[in-house]
C-alpha cells in the first residue's frame, strides 16, 4: 500500500530545542518552558507554554488535552464511534454536540464564501482515490474517470443541511460523506488555546496540527515558524515571525496516494482532481480556525483567482511556495 495516511509536518517552530534566552520575568519570576507532544486527528501536535508553577502549568494543559480528546470524539474520521463516523453511516445526526453543529456551520459559510472551493462534502473523492490505491492492483494513471464523476456526483456543500434550532446535521443524499480535517485541527487548536488562556497563561505556542501563537515568548521576541518546503518537508523554505497570530499550512505533499507523487489529498471539487504534490500554501490569519479554512481552498483554486479569494476573505496573509522558494504572498 503506498498511501501515507499520517500527515507530514508542513510548519516547524525553529529552533525548539533551544535555550531560553535573557527571559523577562512573569509577575516577578523567571518562567520557565514546559513541553507536550503527542498527535491530533492523526497529525503532530505540541504545546509550548511558559510558566512560573508547573503545576498549574501540567494542570492546564491536562484540562487541554481532555478538550482535544472530546474533539476527536466528534471531529475523527479513522474513530468508527465519533460523530462525523456516525454522520457518514447513516447520513444524518440528531442531538449533535455544540461544537459539532458550530464547526459543521461554519464549513457551509466558508464553502459559500469561497464559491465552493472549499468543500466539506469532498469525502467521496477520498475515499475513491483510497480505494483505487490499496488494491494493490492499481492502476498508476489513478482511478477511472467514470470512477472520478460517480464521486464528484456525491459531492456539493449545499448538500450538508445543518439545523442548530434541533441539534441536527445531515447529508441530502445517500452516499454523502463529511470530513473536517480541513477546518478541525484549527478549531481544535482555538479550543485548547482558549482553555489555557482561561488558567491565566499567556507567551505560549499551541499546535494541534496548525498552530496558534498567544502574545510573544516570554522574551519578548516572536515566534519563528519555518514553512516547509516542498520537496523536503524536513526543511524550511522560508520563514516568519508572529505573534497573536495563527498560522496554518497546505500542501499536496502532505499525503500522496501514490509512489510517483501524482496524486495529493488535496482535491478540485469541481475536476476531481488533485493538487500538485510539489506546491504549498500558508495562511495567517487571528485564529487557527480561520487561517486552516483558507489553506486548503487556496491550494486548489486557479492562480488567477488567488487574489480575489484573498481579499474576500479579509484579515488574512496567503504565502505560496514551491521548491524554488516563495512564488507569490497576497494580503487582505
Known sequence: ?????????????????????????????????????????????????????ET???AAVDEGLAELARMEQMFSLFRPDSV???????????????????????????????????????QPLWNTYFQHFTTGTEDPAGPSAAAIRDALA????????????????????PGMGLTLDSVGQGYITDRVTAILRR?????MLVDMGELRAVAAKADGSAWRVGIANPADPQQ???????IDQAVATSGGYGTIFDPAG??????????????????????????????????????????????????????????????????ETLKS
Open 199 to 203: 488558567h491565566g497563561f499567556q507567551n
Open 154 to 173: 456525491l459531492v456539493g456543500w449545499r448538500g450538508l443541511e445543518v439545523d442548530p434550532a434541533r441539534g441536527r446535521v445531515a447529508l441530502a443524499r
Open 56 to 58: 498549574k502549568a501540567r
Open 1 to 53: 500500500m503506498s498511501v501515507r495516511i499520517s500527515r507530514r509536518r508542513a510548519i516547524t517552530v525553529l529552533a525548539a530545542a533551544a535555550g531560553l534566552p535573557l527571559l523577562a520575568k512573569i509577575g516577578g519570576e523567571h518562567p520557565h518552558l514546559l513541553r507536550w507532544k503527542g498527535f491530533s486527528l492523526g497529525a503532530d501536535a505540541y504545546i509550548q507554554l511558559y510558566h512560573t508553577d
Open 262 to 327: 501524482n496524486f495529493t489529498h488535496l482535491f478540485d471539487p469541481f475536476t476531481g482532481k488533485t493538487a500538485p504534490r510539489l506546491a504549498g500554501v500558508t495562511v495567517i490569519a487571528d485564529s487557527a480556525t480561520r487561517a486552516n479554512a483558507y489553506s486548503t481552498p487556496l491550494s486548489v483554486v486557479p492562480a488567477d483567482r488567488r487574489a480575489a479569494m484573498v481579499a474576500a476573505a479579509g484579515g488574512i496573509t496567503a504565502i505560496f511556495v514551491t521548491p524554488s522558494g516563495v512564488t
Open 236 to 242: 524550511a523554505i522560508t520563514e516568519i515571525d508572529i
Open 84 to 122: 462525523i463516523s456516525e454522520l457518514n453511516r447513516k447520513g444524518v445526526v440528531e442531538d449533535a454536540p455544540a461544537e459539532f453543529i458550530e464547526l459543521a456551520a461554519y464549513s457551509r459559510d466558508i464553502a459559500e464564501r469561497t464559491d465552493g472551493w472549499f468543500d466539506p462534502t469532498i
